[in-house]
């Protein structure tokens, strides 16, 4: 009985083992062309397209959209091969494919007929929209059937061109995978402000979905080389681009947001020598009021850091009076940085994309829910106070 047992256990093991070893739909990976980067610009027909168009290849759509998709190395395509080569023989490590239409799941299934093998979004990194583009089209549209679409991973990045998308998934360096160095550059925010928390597609599906205003990172590209520079403000109504900020902008942001702790101050001393300030702990807190129908906010900064550069004169010691005096330098030019930036949230742009919101929604959830449908309109009208306050806790080694 106890062998019967044993043999009907035995035999059960290997039926289940033979049913989960393996997926009837699974496809391998050599059978598939994974992208890693999305650009999407204005519709502009490239010339294969219009030479096809010529030959008859045509079907209804209206040229909207070019969307870019940027293909990773491997062994999934015969004309992966053709088009990406590998860095030892000084062509591209990537293949960028572009199509132009005006539904970009019309345009996805259209890369099937011109591919071996099937795109899949699993290992999407980064989503490049251009500026102009935001301006037409809300991202809403846009991203509408990349958030649906479940092969496309939510933990992808969405980053802002200033120019052309496919300029900035484009690299002179035959090493470089645009998708992955632009993901590496937004891992850099922890050393400085100009570099906003990276906002991934599920983070931006929220803000949108919440009706708030929002911020996403710019990228400047010329040559094939890219940079970071400032960012894009996208209204709550439309989601649509409506300005920027610059990179002192996101410096100054980043005093009142509480997350964002590196950063920079630089000034000059009297002699016109440059004086710089590494801020190595910042604790921000924002304080709202509420009186009668009247809001308020009071920003609270204070930051340890480093005296890291004093090109001055070298006659004074760096220590007592002259600490006390830079630090009161910083203080200032922080504040002047500040009262700029908001300036353009409420008097140019009117958005609140400094997360003043959270603050009221959470210390006086009853207000919150009078203004929320119009938060904008109410951001711009009312009165931020704000204290910063610096401390050099460490004058650095010096050769005097």
Known sequence: MRSLRLWLRIVSAMLILSLISGCWSSREIEDLSLYVGLGIDVGEETEFEKNIASQGGIYPEKDNVTATVQIAPGKSSSQQSEQGGSPSSGKS???????????????????????????????????????????????KQLLDFILRDNDIRPNCLVLISHQRAVDVLT?????????????????????SNKIIEPVSLSKLDAQMQSGSSFLLQNVLSYKGE???????????????????????????????????RSGVIKTYSKEGFTVTYEIKNKRTKIIPKVVGGDISFHVKAESEGWLMEDWRAPEREEKGAYLKE??????????????????????IYKVDVADFRDSLRIHYPKTWKKVKDNWDEVFATVTITYEIKTTITNPGSSTE
Not at 240 to 255: H, I, M, R
Not at 332 to 339: F, P, R, Y
């Open 93 to 139: 490590s990537y293949s960028n494919e572009q199509l132009t239409g005006d539904s970009m799941l019309q345009i996805f299934r259209q890369f099937a007929l011109r591919r071996d093998h099937p795109l899949i979004g699993h290992h999407l990194k980064v989503i490049v929209v251009s500026k102009d583009i935001a301006k037409k089209y809300g991202l």
């Open 326 to 347: 830079l630090e009161a330098e910083f203080a200032k030019l922080a504040k002047q940085q500040i009262e700029q930036m908001l300036y353009k949230l409420q008097h």
């Open 226 to 260: 890219d940079k970071f520079s400032g960012g894009s403000i996208f209204a709550a109504k439309t989601t649509k681009f409506v300005g920027e900020l610059s990179q002192t902008d996101l410096e100054a942001l980043s005093w009142i947001k509480p997350k964002e």
């Open 171 to 191: 690299s002179k360096d035959p090493t470089r995978i645009p998708a992955f160095y632009l993901t590496g550059i937004t891992n850099n925010s922890y050393i």
